[in-house]
């Protein structure tokens, strides 16, 4: 698998997210040529074709991208002593959006989901996709917005060892995210499979929380939950973190 480019694109965490990578099934070729803004409801494990945006003509070999979405560094030190292990992490993305310029031209593409996603997974899965034109993009701009849907906006589980023992820890994110991940000078040639991928880094997400303030927290049936309403002085340090930190973002052949 060669890569065609690897970023760390300044936004929010992600990047995010290790699972193994299937490839992806290559969707028939669009006939024709299309043009407008384009939106797709999401699916899981292809990588289907949509409508090109705006400035983009797509033909019958034009490339097909679409998204994954998986979690990285699921065990990390705290800032102090002691460490924190995720066993389980759970995105709920409403929408993925892609933006990008060629040249004076502008394109967009806009996947409408509506399941979390188990962002620790043994299989991929793929979250929809579309066909784009090919050529050079000065910029290429990854929009993915977490939202409440039938399960949290973010949901990570997992526990935090220090002097004292292990406790369980599960944090609960129900507000809205926007993550955004960029890239630059990005060459997509014709008749190509890609798949664009962000990382959720779930180490980073704990940055700046020490073991003596886990300590210290209130603790639910035994388990330390961070959420809006508990916590919330850990649970604001998180919520910053995946607003705020770098994810990693990556376009890969298939």
Known sequence: MKKLTVVSASALLMAIMTVS????????????T???TGTTTGSTNTVPG???????????????????LKASNTTGSLKTTGTISWTSATANASYIKFE???????IEY????????NLMASTTTYLGGFTL???????IELKIQLAKGSGAAFEMNGSFSGAAGTTPVKVVINESVLIKTETHNATIPDNDSLVAITNFSLSGLTSGITESMLNGG?????????????????????????????????????
């Open 100 to 106: 990008a310029k060629r040249g004076a031209s502008e």
């Open 21 to 32: 990578c299937r490839k992806a099934e290559t969707p028939k070729p669009t006939t024709g």
């Open 34 to 36: 299309t043009t407008g």
């Open 133 to 139: 034109p090919s050529g050079t993009y000065n910029e």
């Open 110 to 117: 806009k996947t409408v989901l509506s399941s979390p996603v």
């Open 50 to 68: 949509t409508t090109t945006g705006n400035g983009g003509t797509t033909t019958n070999v034009s490339p097909k991208m679409g998204y994954i």
């Open 218 to 254: 209130t603790l639910t049936g035994g388990t330390l939950l961070i959420s809006a309403t508990s916590n919330a002085s850990l649970y604001n340090i998180v919520l910053q973190n995946l607003r705020n930190r770098d994810h990693h973002y990556e376009i890969e052949h298939h």
